[in-house]
């Protein structure tokens, strides 16, 4: 059974850094894309970076490019997302996401191209 299990998540202070982690069970990441998304309250969710496993290549939303970025470790089966210079507007819960194929990446940061998903983990910047 597939299964992904975000953690990492918390409260920081403005201009601080966290690290998520996507654990991922019941599949390997090759020849899947792996987003994470984020979702603030009343808001519609949004895809904030995405990986083609096989490539290896990353796309980032503008609002994140130069702070957030995302890597993975075959050998845990497990996607990162090192958030740096984190601001209030980050605040959300953040969600991993895996679709099995590669999806180019004018699609990749949409959530409706995802099958599979994480219950999400919440992120507080705040002072």
């Known amino acids: 059974q597939l299964r992904l299990v975000e953690s990492g998540g918390g409260l920081v202070q403005p201009g601080g850094s966290l690290r998520l982690s996507c654990a991922a069970s019941?599949?390997?990441?090759?020849?899947?894309?792996i987003g994470w998304f984020r979702q603030a309250p009343g808001r519609a969710r949004e895809g904030v970076l995405c990986?083609?496993?096989?490539?290896?290549?990353?796309y980032s939303a503008d609002s994140v490019k130069g702070r957030f970025t995302i890597s993975r470790d075959n050998a845990r089966n497990t996607v990162y997302l090192q958030m740096n210079s984190l601001k209030p507007e980050d605040t959300a819960v953040y969600y991993c996401?895996?679709?099995?194929?590669?999806?180019?990446?004018?699609?990749?940061?949409?959530?409706?191209?995802?099958?599979?998903w994480g219950r999400g983990t919440q992120v507080t910047v705040s002072s």
């Open positions: 019941g599949f390997a990441f090759d020849y899947y894309t």
């Open positions: 996401a895996a679709v099995s194929r590669l999806l180019p990446f004018t699609q990749c940061l949409s959530h409706l191209k995802y099958d599979y």
């Open positions: 990986m083609s496993s096989e490539a290896g290549r990353t």
